[in-house]
């Protein structure tokens, strides 16, 4: 079976890369990066999740390229990344060192941003020097660290053995998804998006996913079975912000707010209305601009920056934020003045 041909147009359209290259992990797995936007433009750093690639974050790319270096790569067994044997969360972590290493100066600091799987690899690496290195600060996008088949709610019945058990059955199967059709967009966004998503949204994302080996999906959906990273959480020292969609199945909204809480210095969490798992594609503007606001405040430095940090973070705000308590004072006047 043929993979779905990729989205050759519009805004969720794979923009060419500035250059290419391949990242070799501790283990020797190669990762296909791409740079993209102007040489020595703020850094940021897009891990995308389980069953993704980097066209996962096109329209931020598109965005962000304009005035930043945008790095993005696949991860392992996705995308252009060749499958590998280790599937496993110190593995991503692995993974996530090798592209800083190859694409950022030693000591330059980066944001790093994170979608589900993407950001429990941001999670697993938190305690590595390599990553402390050159975290400026982090972005967690509908992701948690432990218990995500348990507090999933594809499956519509009361929390219980039974969901778990069906929730597991359906995420860690190895039957293939077949081409997109229109009962295959309607699984999709039932099980990922959120109730308003667009068709053509709904369709760009069907194409990413159902691209992904299903050797590939299953293998990682185990990892994602077992995932424990509650511990990783504390580690986690970058100023953080936290994006989740009210109305997703797959990470819901407490895992956002365990992060939350548990986040040595959370910079605040933002819940997007009516948003699904796929944040990124399903609301870019207020993913772009959380991104905007965090390299604004902590790369770039400048007092003009953390003016239009502030603009954006109000922006964005009015989707709907919740406050945290371990936002410092320091991070309330970098981030929030003016909000």
Not at 176 to 193: C, F, S
Not at 259 to 271: I, K, N
Request: with cysteine.
């Amino acid at each position: 079976m043929s993979r779905p041909t990729p989205v050759l147009s519009g805004p969720y359209a794979p923009p060419a890369p500035t250059r290419e290259l391949t990242a070799v992990s501790a283990d020797g797995a190669r990762l296909h990066v791409e740079v993209h936007g102007p040489a020595g433009a703020p850094a940021v750093v897009l891990a995308h999740g389980w069953t993704c690639s980097t066209a996962f974050w096109a329209a931020q790319i598109r965005d962000l390229a304009a005035d930043h270096r945008v790095i993005a790569y696949d991860q392992r067994g996705h995308g252009r990344s060749p499958v590998s044997r280790t599937c496993s969360t110190d593995a991503l972590a692995d993974d996530l060192e090798a592209v800083l290493a190859a694409t950022l100066a030693p000591g330059e600091k980066a944001v790093i941003a994170g979608h589900s799987m993407g950001g429990m690899t941001v999670m697993a690496a938190a305690g590595r020097p390599g990553f402390q290195e050159h975290a400026a600060a982090v972005l967690l996008c509908s992701t948690g660290s432990s218990q995500l088949v348990a507090r999933s709610t594809v499956v519509p019945i009361r929390a219980g053995r039974l969901r778990t058990w069906l929730t597991r059955r359906i995420l860690g199967s190895r039957a293939p998804l077949g081409p997109v059709t229109p009962t295959a967009l309607r699984i999709l966004k039932y099980g990922t998006m959120g109730p308003g998503s667009a068709r053509h949204v709904v369709e760009a994302c069907a194409r990413i996913v159902h691209a992904c080996p299903r050797r590939v999906r299953h293998s990682w959906s185990r990892v994602l079975d077992l995932l424990d990273l509650d511990h990783a959480v504390r580690q986690l020292r970058a100023p953080t912000a936290v994006v989740v969609g009210t109305a997703d199945r797959l990470t819901p909204p407490v895992h956002a707010r365990f992060l939350a809480s548990a986040l040595p210095r959370c910079v605040g969490v933002t819940e997007l209305p009516g948003i699904g798992h796929m944040t990124p594609m399903e609301a870019p503007e207020q993913v772009t601009g959380r991104i905007r606001d965090l390299v604004a405040a902590y790369v770039r430095g400048s007092d003009d920056a953390t003016h239009a940090a502030a603009e954006t973070h109000a922006a964005v705000d009015t989707d709907a934020a919740v406050a945290t308590d371990n936002t410092t004072d320091e991070d309330a006047a970098r981030i929030g003045e003016g909000a």
